[in-house]
T-cell receptor, first 108, second 113 residues
Framework: SQQGEEDPQALSIQEGENATMNCSYK?????LQWYRQNSGRGLVHLIL?????REKHSGRLRVTLDTSKKSSSLLITASRAADTASYFCANYGQNFVFGPGTRLSVLP | DAGVIQSPRHEVTEMGQEVTLRCKPISGHDYLFWYRQTMMRGLELLIY????????DSGMPEDRFSAKMPNASFSTLKIQPSEPRDSAVYFC???????????FGPGTRLTVT
C-alpha cells in the first residue's frame, strides 16, 4: 500500500509546549510536503522538503526527512491555540498520497 | 488572486441524481487536482490534469465519476448516478508545477440521501 501513516492519530498539548508528528510510507519518499487543515476548511501548505534534504525550518516549524527509514517528522515549537488543526503529510513521489493526518489540539 | 474557487459549497441530493461540482483554479497554475475526503478513507486523489489534459484518473472510484477540464480556468467533476456512499467533501486544488505546493479550494460538502 502506498498509503502514508501518521502518528499519533491525535495529540493534545498545552499552549507553549512543543508538538511532534510523524509520517511514514512503505514506498520511497520524493518531495514530501506537510499541510494543515482547520475544521471545515481546505488544506493549507506548510512546508516542502525534497528528497535530498534532511531538515528544513519555517518559523516555528521544523521538518526532518529520513529517506532510509521512509519517514518524516513535523515539530511545532511553542504551540498556540491557533495551531489546533489536523496535519497531513503528502508524498508527491507516489502520486500525491496523503497520510490520514494527526489531529492536534492545543489547550489554552 | 481569489484562490481556488469551488461551487457549490454544499450540495444535498437524492440517490440517483446527477451531481456536478465545479472548480476554478488559480490563474497560471498548470496542474489541477480533484480529491475526496471522508472520515473512513481520508483524503484520496481522484484525478489530476496538466495543461487541461487528464494525467492520472486511477483514483476515480468507478464509471459513475467523470471529470473534465475544457479550458485552463474551469473544471468539473460529475457523478451520475449519485449514491449515498458518495457523500464526502470534494476538494479541488491547483499547483504551478508537479512537485510544487498545492492550493486547495474550500471544498464542496456533498450529501446523497
Amino acid at each position: 500500500s502506498q498509503q502514508g501513516e501518521e502518528d499519533p492519530q491525535a495529540l493534545s498539548i498545552q499552549e507553549g509546549e512543543n508538538a511532534t508528528m510523524n509520517c511514514s510510507y512503505k514506498t520511497s519518499i520524493n518531495n514530501l510536503q506537510w499541510y494543515r487543515q482547520n475544521s471545515g476548511r481546505g488544506l493549507v501548505h506548510l512546508i516542502l522538503i525534497r528528497s535530498n534534504e534532511r531538515e528544513k525550518h519555517s518559523g516555528r516549524l521544523r521538518v526532518t526527512l529520513d529517506t532510509s527509514k521512509k519517514s518524516s517528522s513535523l515539530l511545532i515549537t511553542a504551540s498556540r491555540a491557533a495551531d489546533t488543526a489536523s496535519y497531513f503529510c503528502a508524498n508527491y513521489g507516489q502520486n500525491f498520497v496523503f497520510g490520514p493526518g494527526t489531529r492536534l489540539s492545543v489547550l489554552p | 488572486d481569489a484562490g481556488v474557487i469551488q461551487s457549490p459549497r454544499h450540495e444535498v441530493t437524492e440517490m440517483g441524481q446527477e451531481v456536478t461540482l465545479r472548480c476554478k483554479p488559480i490563474s497560471g497554475h498548470d496542474y489541477l487536482f480533484w480529491y475526496r475526503q471522508t472520515m473512513m478513507r481520508g483524503l484520496e486523489l481522484l484525478i489530476y490534469f496538466n495543461n487541461n489534459v487528464p494525467i492520472d484518473d486511477s483514483g476515480m472510484p468507478e464509471d459513475r465519476f467523470s471529470a473534465k477540464m475544457p479550458n485552463a480556468s474551469f473544471s468539473t467533476l460529475k457523478i451520475q448516478p449519485s449514491e449515498p456512499r458518495d457523500s464526502a467533501v470534494y476538494f479541488c486544488a491547483s499547483s504551478p508545477g508537479h512537485s510544487y505546493e498545492q492550493y486547495f479550494g474550500p471544498g464542496t460538502r456533498l450529501t446523497v440521501t
